[in-house]
């Protein structure tokens, strides 16, 4: 819950939570967002980094830390697609849509109900697709020293 708090602040803080600013970066009329983002990724690309050769294992599950090479698969580019053309339409992504609900801004309880009915519907596709397609339809992949 913390980590959710200060998330939640950050974005805040940082002005990601405004549909004003997201607007700017995908009309790219302004980097912030993009170089935000990129300084995120290396942050965490290093910390992961350092982690799997410490061998450390994750605090709740003990398992080492570590993770899965895959080539793109359809699921991954039509999944895609479908998160940019929602980013587009809404001006957010669903971390701002939690903190526009945190601030208490009123349309984004329509925007979290169209995450929220996103979800259920891919869980749903997910629930009956064929055995053969579900094997990284969102249930834990095991750590691997790859």
């Known amino acids: 819950m913390l980590v959710g708090i200060v ?9 990601l939570s405004s549909p004003e600013v997201l607007r700017e970066a995908l009309l790219l009329d302004n980097a912030y967002v993009y170089l935000f983002f990129a300084s995120a990724v ?3 690309t290093l910390g992961l980094w350092l982690l799997r050769r410490a061998r450390a294992r994750a605090l ?15 699921n ?5 697609v479908l998160f940019g053309v929602g980013w587009a339409v809404a001006d957010a992504c669903p971390g701002p849509i939690a903190t526009q609900v945190g601030q208490g801004v009123l349309w984004s309880l329509f925007t979290i109900a169209g995450v929220v009915a996103g979800i259920a519907l891919a869980q749903r596709s997910s629930d ?9 339809s969102g249930e ?7």
């Open 60 to 74: 709740l599950t003990g398992e080492r830390v570590g993770w899965v090479r895959e080539s793109p698969r359809r």
């Open 128 to 136: 009956t697709a064929p055995a053969r397609g579900r094997e990284h």
């Open 140 to 146: 834990a992949l095991p750590a691997t020293g790859s």
């Open 42 to 44: 290396a942050t965490s």
């Open 76 to 80: 991954h580019v039509v999944g895609s």
């Open 7 to 15: 998330f939640g602040v950050t974005l805040s803080w940082t002005g």
